[in-house]
């Protein structure tokens, strides 16, 4: 049986293009953390990492367009169906008609379409996984730093959803039917598409934090850097979240 190799795809996003988008705090540390937790373990093939820290060069900070390139990119031609593979988003986001999204660094409130064009719904990751993962492998693990707060674009109908969400499966190398979002997101969720999405809080909520060392950190992030840096007394490990 071929081995499988380890994997990461990092995003945080600390700023935004647009100021109705307030800066997050420790956002780029934590991506710098993970990496360095996975970078020591000495397991990974490659870390793939897209921040918005002001010593990466501006065109490649994680704008959609970016994110979904790479994305697709990265799992299309790096990772096999074996392989155990690391996903961590620490940004905005929101519920914006019906479904939970993230919030790219070009995400825009400004505009009734581009709140849409330029989010990432989590259908987006599960239609990707669902095409790579065929077997129920259980070895993806897909975090999402990011509130679930509805957020009401200005005006939007739904003929203009609709319009984004059939532009969007004709993007995509597959033109799987409608994947109906049923997540559980206070708990560990084995969707079908073989990957297992975990979050940082209930629908429509906000991720909780709480000022830990030089300001307000999530409790999430927080918790899986400590765990993962065997700085629990039981350490947190994939292994185990494998088994």
Not at 58 to 73: G, L, N
Not at 106 to 123: H, Q
Not at 145 to 172: G, M, N
Not at 209 to 231: N, P
Request: with cysteine; charged share 35%.
């Amino acid at each position: 049986m071929r081995k499988f190799k380890k994997w990461a795809f990092l995003v945080g996003i600390s700023k935004y293009e647009e100021k109705e988008f307030p800066n997050i705090e420790h956002t780029i540390d934590h991506v710098i953390k993970l990496k360095d937790i996975l970078d020591n373990s000495n397991e990974f093939e490659e870390i793939v990492v897209l921040t918005t820290d002001d010593t990466v060069p501006k065109d490649e900070w994680p704008t959609e367009a970016k994110i979904r390139k790479q994305f697709k990119r990265f799992f299309k031609k790096k990772v096999k169906h074996h392989d155990l593979v690391i996903v961590y988003f620490s940004c905005h986001g929101g519920e914006v008609n019906n479904e939970i999204c993230i919030f790219p660094y070009n995400a825009s409130k400004e505009d009734s379409d581009e709140i849409v064009r330029y989010s990432i719904p989590i259908s987006f990751f599960k239609v990707i996984c669902k095409n790579k993962f065929r077997f129920n492998l259980k070895k993806v693990f897909l975090f999402f730093d990011i509130c679930q707060k509805v957020t009401k674009p200005r005006s939007h109908s739904l003929e203009a959803e609709e319009r984004e969400y059939k532009s969007f499966l004709e993007k995509t190398e597959v033109r799987p039917k409608y994947i109906e979002p049923e997540i559980q997101r206070d708990e560990i969720n084995q969707e079908d598409c073989g990957a297992n999405f975990l979050f940082a809080c209930q629908p429509r909520k906000k991720a909780l934090v709480k000022k830990i060392g030089t300001g307000d950190q999530s409790i999430f992030s927080y918790a899986l850097l400590r765990g993962l840096g065997g700085r629990l007394q039981d350490p947190l490990t994939f292994g185990k979240f494998v088994e």
